[in-house]
Protein backbone atom coordinates (compact mmCIF):
# COMPACT_ATOMS: atom_id res chain seq x y z
CA UNK A 1 0.00 0.00 0.00
CA UNK A 2 1.81 3.43 -1.19
CA UNK A 3 2.32 5.99 1.33
CA UNK A 4 0.26 8.47 -1.05
CA UNK A 5 -2.60 6.68 -0.72
CA UNK A 6 -3.10 6.46 3.15
CA UNK A 7 -2.28 10.53 3.07
CA UNK A 8 -5.69 10.56 0.99
CA UNK A 9 -7.05 8.33 3.34
CA UNK A 10 -6.33 10.09 6.41
CA UNK A 11 -6.87 13.33 4.70
CA UNK A 12 -10.60 12.17 4.08
CA UNK A 13 -11.15 11.01 7.30
CA UNK A 14 -9.23 13.88 9.01
CA UNK A 15 -10.40 17.29 8.47
CA UNK A 16 -7.53 19.84 7.31
CA UNK A 17 -6.78 22.32 10.06
CA UNK A 18 -7.70 24.89 7.73
CA UNK A 19 -10.97 23.87 7.00
CA UNK A 20 -12.23 23.10 10.37
CA UNK A 21 -14.91 25.14 11.13
CA UNK A 22 -13.56 27.54 13.53
CA UNK A 23 -10.36 28.43 11.96
CA UNK A 24 -12.59 28.77 8.11
CA UNK A 25 -15.04 31.63 10.81
CA UNK A 26 -11.76 32.76 11.78
CA UNK A 27 -10.13 33.34 8.55
CA UNK A 28 -13.64 35.27 7.88
CA UNK A 29 -12.64 38.00 10.29
CA UNK A 30 -14.88 36.23 13.03
CA UNK A 31 -14.48 35.40 16.68
CA UNK A 32 -16.85 32.65 17.35
CA UNK A 33 -18.28 32.81 20.90
CA UNK A 34 -17.61 30.34 23.60
CA UNK A 35 -20.37 28.00 22.90
CA UNK A 36 -19.74 28.07 19.06
CA UNK A 37 -16.44 26.98 19.60
CA UNK A 38 -17.46 23.85 22.12
CA UNK A 39 -19.87 22.64 19.29
CA UNK A 40 -17.73 22.88 16.78
CA UNK A 41 -15.09 20.91 18.27
CA UNK A 42 -17.17 18.28 19.55
CA UNK A 43 -18.87 17.38 16.21
CA UNK A 44 -21.52 15.76 17.60
CA UNK A 45 -23.44 13.39 15.63
CA UNK A 46 -26.72 14.70 16.70
CA UNK A 47 -27.16 18.41 18.01
CA UNK A 48 -30.01 20.50 19.38
CA UNK A 49 -29.58 24.09 18.71
CA UNK A 50 -32.10 25.98 21.52
CA UNK A 51 -31.15 29.73 20.91
CA UNK A 52 -31.98 33.45 21.69
CA UNK A 53 -32.50 35.51 18.17
CA UNK A 54 -29.18 37.07 17.13
CA UNK A 55 -27.39 34.04 19.11
CA UNK A 56 -24.75 33.21 15.81
CA UNK A 57 -26.59 29.69 15.35
CA UNK A 58 -26.95 29.69 11.69
CA UNK A 59 -23.16 31.54 11.32
CA UNK A 60 -22.62 28.06 13.47
CA UNK A 61 -24.05 25.86 11.30
CA UNK A 62 -23.19 27.75 8.17
CA UNK A 63 -19.68 27.02 9.06
CA UNK A 64 -20.00 23.14 10.34
CA UNK A 65 -22.15 22.79 6.88
CA UNK A 66 -18.75 24.67 4.86
CA UNK A 67 -16.33 22.08 6.86
CA UNK A 68 -17.96 19.45 6.13
CA UNK A 69 -18.22 19.71 1.90
CA UNK A 70 -14.28 20.53 2.10
CA UNK A 71 -13.10 17.73 3.96
CA UNK A 72 -15.28 15.33 2.79
CA UNK A 73 -15.10 15.34 -0.75
CA UNK A 74 -18.50 14.55 -3.02
CA UNK A 75 -20.36 14.71 0.27
CA UNK A 76 -23.97 15.86 0.14
CA UNK A 77 -25.10 18.66 2.65
CA UNK A 78 -28.97 19.40 3.19
CA UNK A 79 -30.41 22.89 4.60
CA UNK A 80 -33.94 22.35 5.29
CA UNK A 81 -36.41 24.78 7.25
CA UNK A 82 -39.94 25.77 6.97
CA UNK A 83 -39.73 27.60 3.77
CA UNK A 84 -37.79 27.70 0.61
CA UNK A 85 -36.37 31.39 1.63
CA UNK A 86 -35.36 30.69 4.94
CA UNK A 87 -33.05 27.47 4.06
CA UNK A 88 -31.96 29.79 1.31
CA UNK A 89 -31.06 32.10 3.47
CA UNK A 90 -29.10 29.75 5.21
CA UNK A 91 -27.04 28.76 2.25
CA UNK A 92 -26.61 32.35 1.99
CA UNK A 93 -24.44 32.35 5.05
CA UNK A 94 -22.14 29.44 4.01
CA UNK A 95 -22.04 31.31 0.69
CA UNK A 96 -20.48 34.28 2.00
CA UNK A 97 -18.35 32.57 4.86
CA UNK A 98 -16.81 30.74 1.63
CA UNK A 99 -15.80 33.94 -0.32
CA UNK A 100 -14.37 35.65 2.60
CA UNK A 101 -12.13 32.65 2.80
CA UNK A 102 -8.35 34.12 2.18
CA UNK A 103 -7.26 31.04 0.14
CA UNK A 104 -9.94 31.02 -2.54
CA UNK A 105 -12.64 27.92 -2.66
CA UNK A 106 -12.86 26.53 -5.77
CA UNK A 107 -16.50 25.97 -6.83
CA UNK A 108 -18.23 24.70 -9.55
CA UNK A 109 -21.65 25.47 -9.54
CA UNK A 110 -23.60 28.45 -7.08
CA UNK A 111 -27.09 29.54 -7.17
CA UNK A 112 -29.93 30.69 -5.42
CA UNK A 113 -30.29 27.13 -3.94
CA UNK A 114 -27.35 25.51 -4.23
CA UNK A 115 -23.71 24.99 -4.31
CA UNK A 116 -20.73 22.83 -5.78
CA UNK A 117 -17.21 22.58 -4.84
CA UNK A 118 -14.95 21.70 -7.07
CA UNK A 119 -14.43 18.06 -5.33
CA UNK A 120 -18.13 17.41 -6.10
CA UNK A 121 -19.75 18.22 -2.78
CA UNK A 122 -22.51 19.85 -2.81
CA UNK A 123 -24.78 22.48 -0.36
CA UNK A 124 -28.18 22.12 -1.04
CA UNK A 125 -31.18 24.56 0.47
CA UNK A 126 -34.58 22.98 0.02
CA UNK A 127 -38.21 24.04 0.98
CA UNK A 128 -39.91 23.01 3.99
CA UNK A 129 -42.48 20.23 1.82
CA UNK A 130 -42.62 16.72 2.99
CA UNK A 131 -43.53 15.69 -0.86
CA UNK A 132 -40.79 17.99 -2.37
CA UNK A 133 -37.23 16.82 -0.43
CA UNK A 134 -37.28 12.88 -1.04
CA UNK A 135 -34.48 11.34 -2.80
CA UNK A 136 -31.42 12.43 -1.12
CA UNK A 137 -28.84 10.82 1.03
CA UNK A 138 -27.49 13.59 3.34
CA UNK A 139 -23.89 13.65 5.00
CA UNK A 140 -24.95 16.56 7.24
CA UNK A 141 -28.81 17.51 7.59
CA UNK A 142 -29.78 21.07 8.61
CA UNK A 143 -33.09 21.68 10.02
CA UNK A 144 -33.26 25.84 10.61
CA UNK A 145 -36.00 27.14 12.53
CA UNK A 146 -36.67 23.52 13.65
CA UNK A 147 -39.88 24.50 16.07
CA UNK A 148 -41.46 25.20 12.91
CA UNK A 149 -40.57 22.06 11.03
CA UNK A 150 -43.57 20.05 11.11
CA UNK A 151 -43.93 16.71 12.31
CA UNK A 152 -44.01 15.31 8.69
CA UNK A 153 -41.34 16.65 7.49
CA UNK A 154 -38.83 16.39 9.76
CA UNK A 155 -39.86 12.45 9.83
CA UNK A 156 -39.40 12.04 6.11
CA UNK A 157 -36.34 13.96 6.06
CA UNK A 158 -34.58 11.39 8.89
CA UNK A 159 -34.12 8.42 6.35
CA UNK A 160 -31.93 10.77 4.19
CA UNK A 161 -28.85 9.56 6.59
CA UNK A 162 -29.75 6.04 7.22
CA UNK A 163 -27.11 4.55 4.26
CA UNK A 164 -24.51 7.61 5.01
CA UNK A 165 -24.33 7.65 8.74
CA UNK A 166 -24.37 11.32 8.62
CA UNK A 167 -25.03 13.69 10.55
CA UNK A 168 -28.30 15.96 12.35
CA UNK A 169 -28.16 19.70 13.75
CA UNK A 170 -31.18 21.42 14.52
CA UNK A 171 -31.82 24.83 15.06
CA UNK A 172 -34.48 26.82 16.66
CA UNK A 173 -35.97 29.61 19.10
CA UNK A 174 -38.53 28.14 20.66
CA UNK A 175 -41.95 27.94 19.25
CA UNK A 176 -44.66 26.53 22.27
CA UNK A 177 -44.56 23.49 24.04
CA UNK A 178 -45.50 21.36 20.40
CA UNK A 179 -43.76 19.53 17.76
CA UNK A 180 -41.31 17.41 17.51
CA UNK A 181 -38.23 20.02 18.39
CA UNK A 182 -39.73 20.41 21.48
CA UNK A 183 -40.18 16.68 21.95
CA UNK A 184 -36.85 15.87 21.34
CA UNK A 185 -35.67 18.80 23.77
CA UNK A 186 -37.39 17.62 26.62
CA UNK A 187 -37.17 14.15 25.72
CA UNK A 188 -34.87 11.56 27.13
CA UNK A 189 -33.14 10.93 23.74
CA UNK A 190 -29.18 10.77 23.68
CA UNK A 191 -29.09 14.72 21.65
CA UNK A 192 -26.32 17.00 22.20
CA UNK A 193 -28.37 19.65 23.36
CA UNK A 194 -27.00 23.38 23.22
CA UNK A 195 -28.83 26.49 24.95
CA UNK A 196 -27.93 30.04 24.70
CA UNK A 197 -29.83 33.25 25.93
CA UNK A 198 -29.18 36.71 24.84
CA UNK A 199 -28.06 37.27 27.95
CA UNK A 200 -25.04 34.99 27.08
CA UNK A 201 -24.40 37.06 23.52
CA UNK A 202 -21.98 39.42 24.21
CA UNK A 203 -23.37 41.31 20.89
CA UNK A 204 -26.81 41.90 22.55
CA UNK A 205 -26.27 44.92 25.03
CA UNK A 206 -28.63 44.80 28.52
CA UNK A 207 -30.01 48.34 27.70
CA UNK A 208 -31.64 46.68 24.20
CA UNK A 209 -33.16 43.47 26.30
CA UNK A 210 -34.37 46.16 28.85
CA UNK A 211 -36.18 48.10 25.90
CA UNK A 212 -37.77 44.49 24.37
CA UNK A 213 -39.10 42.89 27.86
CA UNK A 214 -40.97 46.68 27.68
CA UNK A 215 -41.85 46.30 24.24
CA UNK A 216 -42.97 42.93 23.99
CA UNK A 217 -45.68 40.45 25.85
CA UNK A 218 -44.15 38.36 28.32
CA UNK A 219 -44.25 35.23 26.86
CA UNK A 220 -42.98 36.70 23.23
CA UNK A 221 -39.77 38.19 25.45
CA UNK A 222 -39.46 34.59 27.15
CA UNK A 223 -39.69 32.50 23.79
CA UNK A 224 -37.17 34.69 21.20
CA UNK A 225 -34.62 35.85 24.33
CA UNK A 226 -34.64 33.59 27.55
CA UNK A 227 -35.50 30.46 24.95
CA UNK A 228 -38.30 29.23 27.15
CA UNK A 229 -40.83 26.96 25.78
CA UNK A 230 -44.36 29.09 26.66
CA UNK A 231 -47.99 29.00 26.34
CA UNK A 232 -49.38 30.88 23.55
CA UNK A 233 -50.68 34.11 24.25
CA UNK A 234 -54.41 32.98 23.09
CA UNK A 235 -53.91 29.94 25.87
CA UNK A 236 -57.10 30.04 28.39
CA UNK A 237 -55.32 27.85 30.85
CA UNK A 238 -51.59 27.48 31.13
CA UNK A 239 -49.51 24.00 30.32
CA UNK A 240 -49.02 23.51 34.30
CA UNK A 241 -52.62 24.16 35.23
CA UNK A 242 -53.74 21.24 32.54
CA UNK A 243 -51.56 19.11 33.79
CA UNK A 244 -51.87 19.62 37.31
CA UNK A 245 -55.99 19.28 36.94
CA UNK A 246 -55.05 15.33 35.60
CA UNK A 247 -55.89 12.52 37.97
CA UNK A 248 -55.84 8.93 37.87
CA UNK A 249 -57.85 9.24 41.05
CA UNK A 250 -60.98 10.74 39.85
CA UNK A 251 -63.57 8.70 38.33
CA UNK A 252 -65.57 9.69 34.95
CA UNK A 253 -69.19 11.50 35.62
CA UNK A 254 -70.41 9.20 33.13
CA UNK A 255 -68.08 5.59 33.40
CA UNK A 256 -65.29 4.90 31.85
CA UNK A 257 -64.58 5.56 28.12
CA UNK A 258 -65.86 2.86 25.89
CA UNK A 259 -67.84 1.50 28.63
CA UNK A 260 -71.00 -0.01 26.72
CA UNK A 261 -73.60 -0.21 29.05
CA UNK A 262 -72.59 3.30 30.46
CA UNK A 263 -72.98 4.66 27.01
CA UNK A 264 -75.64 3.01 25.81
CA UNK A 265 -78.07 5.03 29.04
CA UNK A 266 -76.61 8.25 27.48
CA UNK A 267 -79.35 10.17 25.57
CA UNK A 268 -78.13 12.75 23.74
CA UNK A 269 -79.11 15.92 23.84
CA UNK A 270 -82.23 17.37 22.69
CA UNK A 271 -82.99 13.68 21.10
CA UNK A 272 -86.62 14.37 21.51
CA UNK A 273 -87.25 17.09 20.00
CA UNK A 274 -85.34 15.91 17.09
CA UNK A 275 -87.19 12.71 17.07
CA UNK A 276 -90.35 14.93 16.92
Known amino acids: MSLTYLQRAAAHFEPSVGYEAKAL ?133 RPMLAVSGGRLIALSTPFGRRGWFYDAWSGTEPWHRTKVTATEVPRISAEFLAEERRSLPANVYMAEYCCEFTDSVEAVFSTEDVIGALSDEIQPLFGSHGDAATDSVIVPLFAEKIAS
Do not use: H
Open 25 to 157: MMAAGMTPDEWQSRLMTARPDRALLLCSRQAGKSLVVAAVALEEALTKPGSTCLLVSGSQRQSAELLGKVRSLALAQRTAIELDALSVLSMRLANGSRIVSLPGKAELVRGFTADLLVLDEASWIPSSLYQSV
